[in-house]
Nanobody, 123 residues
């Protein structure tokens, strides 16, 4: 089982990025998916989550209105569109899958994790 996150990079404040999370050895269609991030010296925090069908989503307050999570079960891939990026969005971003099938908010509710992709936003 592997979740491969990609799409990170170095951008300026106000720019956009789209992260992708592709799964292998795992059919994502029955899993709830989430994006988390971890900045240096801080705990991993929830960013966004989406239910198995794509019908329910949840966002951290800090990213509401700027980030959008989506999924394409046919491609076994989940996305995080990040707009209006801020320096405080700088972190390693991780995708994760949970067996609940819903948009869970806690790290320990997820069963599989990707390796992370670095997002750096300069001011």
């Amino acid at each position: 089982v592997q979740l491969q996150a990609s799409g990170g990079g170095l951008v300026q404040a106000g720019d956009s990025l789209r992260l992708s999370c592709a799964a292998s050895g795992l059919t994502l269609a029955t899993y709830g998916m989430g994006w988390f991030r971890q900045a240096p010296g801080k705990e991993r925090e929830f960013v966004a989550g989406i239910g198995w069908s794509g019908g329910s989503m949840a966002y951290a307050e800090s990213v509401k209105g700027r980030f959008t999570i989506s999924r394409d079960n046919a491609k076994n891939t989940v996305y995080l569109q990040m707009n209006s990026l801020k320096p405080e969005d700088t972190a390693v971003y991780y995708c994760a899958a949970n067996r609940y099938g819903s948009s869970r908010l806690k790290v320990d509710e997820y069963n599989y994790w990707g390796q992370g992709t670095q997002v750096t936003v300069s001011s």
